[in-house]
């Protein structure tokens, strides 16, 4: 019901509705005025003729009585005589026309005056007023009748105006990027429809080319990218294997080869992301633990010696997802973690569906704390490049899972990562 009040059919024809209901009062308000003002006028006539043809009878027989019927009654009134049969509510007006009520009888009085006398002719407006109120019950029920008439006239009439946009909206709907675009604007008039359905044609042929361009970069990326990468990998490992080196430069190398593979996971990553269904990205059950395990290797060149690493992760604990996206979330998390505890302890725990990583460092400001998934953002002191943190957020909202950071100023940060999503819960042997 709530979708139908707010579809232009129904807004339509309650328009067709809002606009016989003001024509139909417009016409009922005009016919009862004219109707009453009629009514009035032929009293007043009626009147007059009466007190003309008393008046011709009394000058003929001045003994004539004035008419007493069921819609008229006359009096006369002579000079210097008292006339106690006449109401006293007549002997009080003045020459001209009333409305008065005698005994709960509505009446119109015409009084006039003649060769010194006054006349009173009175006409019973009961009937009329009867015949008045059962005009406007007819004005109403017609009223009525055109408002019905009208919705049921502006609902057709929107329906035959708004079918095309339905038609529209459904090839619209029903449309992807590998269909002949020509299609939504097939069997549609040179109207304004039919010119908004060549539009859409036209921006889902866009739509296509841009999404084949879309998928040749990525092809491109997925070869250009990673064939150099893995050969960079593949010098980088010859290098830390040959025992010429100083420590200075398997220092250097292994840095090379963090980057590198940092590279490698950031790439995987994204093009993973640039799917356009997200179950796509669920192919795999990985393990968190080893997951974890995998990060704090990888990162721990960042760890302090000053600093305390304690890790509590029960296993295997499985979850459904891509084991590179997960490791991105993971790695970002903990690599934040070490990189701003100078000193201290960080703790790393599995339970409960949760991952929490918490820290001594440094910690967030205040001002910071709300734009930490912002892209490209990056905090007092970080040397990153400010897309960790959002990716991480990208990829969370991609499998429905929660992150939550709180974090002080100075006392340190804690992470919580919430698997606990219908369909994507973490399986504990």
């Given at each position: 019901?709530?979708?139908?009040?707010?579809?232009?059919?129904?807004?339509?024809?309650?328009?067709?509705?809002?606009?016989?209901?003001?024509?139909?009062?417009?016409?009922?308000?005009?016919?009862?005025?004219?109707?009453?003002?009629?009514?009035?006028?032929?009293?007043?006539?009626?009147?007059?003729?009466?007190?003309?043809?008393?008046?011709?009878?009394?000058?003929?027989?001045?003994?004539?009585?004035?008419?007493?019927?069921?819609?008229?009654?006359g009096y006369v009134r002579q000079r210097g005589q008292v006339h106690e049969y006449i109401?006293?509510?007549?002997?009080?007006?003045?020459?001209?026309?009333?409305?008065?009520?005698?005994?709960?009888?509505?009446?119109?009085?015409?009084?006039?005056?003649?060769?010194?006398?006054?006349?009173?002719?009175?006409?019973?407006?009961?009937?009329?007023?009867?015949?008045?109120?059962?005009?406007?019950?007819?004005?109403?029920?017609?009223?009525?009748?055109?408002?019905?008439?009208?919705?049921?006239?502006?609902?057709?009439?929107?329906?035959?105006?708004?079918?095309?946009?339905?038609?529209?909206?459904?090839?619209?709907?029903?449309?992807?990027?590998?269909?002949d675009a020509a299609l939504v604007a097939q069997g549609f008039s040179n109207d304004e429809?039919?010119?908004?359905?060549?539009?859409?044609?036209?921006?889902?042929?866009?739509?296509?080319?841009?999404?084949?361009?879309?998928?040749?970069?990525?092809?491109?990326?997925?070869?250009?990218?990673?064939?150099?990468?893995?050969?960079?990998?593949?010098?980088?490992?010859?290098?830390?294997?040959?025992?010429?080196?100083?420590?200075?430069?398997?220092?250097?190398?292994?840095?090379?080869?963090?980057?590198?593979?940092?590279?490698?996971?950031?790439?995987?990553?994204?093009?993973?992301?640039?799917?356009?269904?997200?179950?796509?990205?669920?192919?795999?059950?990985?393990?968190?633990?080893?997951?974890?395990?995998?990060?704090?290797?990888?990162?721990?060149?960042?760890?302090?010696?000053?600093?305390?690493?304690?890790?509590?992760?029960?296993?295997?604990?499985?979850?459904?997802?891509?084991?590179?996206?997960?490791?991105?979330?993971?790695?970002?998390?903990?690599?934040?973690?070490?990189?701003?505890?100078?000193?201290?302890?960080?703790?790393?725990?599995?339970?409960?569906?949760?991952?929490?990583?918490?820290?001594?460092?440094?910690?967030?400001?205040?001002?910071?704390?709300?734009?930490?998934?912002?892209?490209?953002?990056?905090?007092?002191?970080?040397?990153?490049?400010?897309?960790?943190?959002?990716?991480?957020?990208?990829?969370?909202?991609?499998?429905?899972?929660?992150?939550?950071?709180?974090?002080?100023?100075?006392?340190?940060?804690?992470?919580?990562?919430?698997?606990?999503?219908?369909?994507?819960?973490?399986h504990t042997a």
């Amino acid at each position: 019901m709530h979708s139908v009040c707010h579809s232009l059919r129904f807004k339509l024809a309650l328009t067709f509705a809002i606009f016989g209901a003001m024509i139909s009062l417009l016409l009922s308000l005009g016919l009862s005025f004219t109707a009453h003002s009629l009514g009035e006028r032929l009293m007043d006539e009626t009147l007059r003729a009466e007190i003309d043809d008393f008046f011709s009878r009394r000058l003929r027989n001045p003994n004539s009585l004035p008419p007493a019927t069921l819609s008229i009654q006359g009096y006369v009134r002579q000079r210097g005589q008292v006339h106690e049969y006449i109401p006293p509510e007549l002997l009080s007006l003045i020459e001209g026309k009333h409305q008065i009520t005698l005994h709960g009888t509505p009446y119109r009085v015409a009084v006039t005056d003649k060769n010194g006398e006054r006349y009173f002719m009175l006409f019973n407006e009961k009937r009329q007023r009867q015949r008045e109120e059962m005009f406007l019950i007819y004005l109403g029920a017609g009223a009525l009748i055109m408002i019905l008439i009208s919705a049921w006239a502006g609902w057709w009439l929107a329906g035959r105006v708004v079918a095309p946009v339905a038609t529209l909206a459904r090839r619209v709907s029903l449309a992807r990027p590998e269909d002949d675009a020509a299609l939504v604007a097939q069997g549609f008039s040179n109207d304004e429809i039919g010119q908004l359905a060549q539009v859409f044609a036209a921006y889902l042929k866009r739509m296509r080319a841009f999404i084949d361009r879309e998928r040749d970069f990525t092809a491109d990326v997925s070869h250009e990218l990673r064939t150099p990468l893995s050969i960079v990998q593949g010098a980088v490992e010859l290098l830390q294997d040959d025992k010429q080196q100083h420590d200075k430069q398997q220092e250097r190398i292994a840095k090379i080869g963090r980057a590198n593979r940092d590279m490698v996971n950031l790439t995987s990553a994204l093009l993973l992301m640039s799917r356009e269904n997200a179950d796509e990205a669920i192919v795999q059950t990985c393990d968190l633990c080893e997951v974890i395990a995998a990060a704090i290797e990888m990162n721990r060149h960042l760890l302090s010696e000053e600093t305390m690493l304690n890790l509590v992760c029960p296993g295997p604990a499985q979850i459904a997802a891509e084991r590179t996206l997960l490791s991105i979330v993971v790695t970002n998390l903990i690599r934040n973690a070490f990189s701003h505890t100078p000193s201290g302890s960080i703790s790393i725990s599995v339970a409960d569906n949760v991952l929490t990583i918490s820290d001594t460092g440094i910690g967030i400001s205040g001002e910071e704390i709300g734009k930490i998934f912002q892209r490209h953002f990056k905090g007092a002191g970080s040397t990153g490049s400010g897309i960790g943190l959002s990716l991480v957020k990208r990829i969370c909202d991609r499998y429905g899972w929660e992150t939550m950071i709180d974090s002080t100023q100075g006392r340190g940060t804690s992470a919580r990562l919430i698997f606990s999503t219908p369909g994507k819960v973490i399986h504990t042997a």
